[in-house]
C-alpha cells in the first residue's frame, strides 16, 4: 500500500502565504512523478503544478510566479509554497503520485486526502 499524506492548509489573508506538503509513504522503489491539483467549489479538479522525475516543473499559468513546487527525494516528500496568494486560490488542494511499487515493479496513481486553502478576508 502506498499513501500520500498531505499537511499545511488553512485559512490565510489574501497576500499571505501558506506552504503545502505532501508526504508518500509505503511499498515504494520509485516516485516518478508529483503533482499538486486543486478543486475549488463548483469546479473541475485542475493541475496546479507538477515536478516529474527528470526534475522539470510545471504550473498552471494563474500561479505562475506566485507558487513554488519542490522535492525533498530522500524524504519522499512534496513541497507547494504558496506567496501572494489570492482569494481565487481557494480550493481543496490534492497530492498526487506516480510510483514504482516495489517488488512488482507495477506503477500506480496515487491521490492524497486533500487539504483545504481558504484565502479570505
Known amino acids: 500500500q502506498v499513501q500520500l499524506v498531505e499537511s499545511g492548509g488553512g485559512l490565510v489573508q489574501p497576500g499571505g502565504s501558506l506552504r503545502l506538503s505532501c508526504a508518500a509513504s509505503g511499498s515504494i522503489s520509485s516516485i516518478n512523478a508529483m503533482g499538486w491539483y486543486r478543486q475549488a467549489p463548483g469546479k473541475q479538479r485542475e493541475l496546479v503544478a507538477a515536478?516529474?522525475?527528470?526534475?522539470?516543473?510545471n504550473y498552471t499559468d494563474s500561479v505562475k510566479g506566485r507558487f513554488t513546487i519542490s522535492r525533498d527525494n530522500a524524504k519522499n516528500t512534496l513541497y507547494l509554497q504558496m506567496n501572494s496568494l489570492k482569494p481565487e486560490d481557494t480550493a481543496v488542494y490534492y497530492c498526487?503520485?506516480?510510483?514504482?511499487?516495489?517488488?512488482?515493479?507495477?506503477?500506480?496513481?496515487?491521490w492524497g486526502q486533500g487539504t483545504l486553502v481558504t484565502v479570505s478576508s
Open positions: 498526487n503520485a506516480e510510483v514504482t511499487l516495489k517488488y512488482s515493479f507495477r506503477n500506480l496513481e496515487v
Open positions: 515536478s516529474t522525475s527528470e526534475r522539470s516543473v
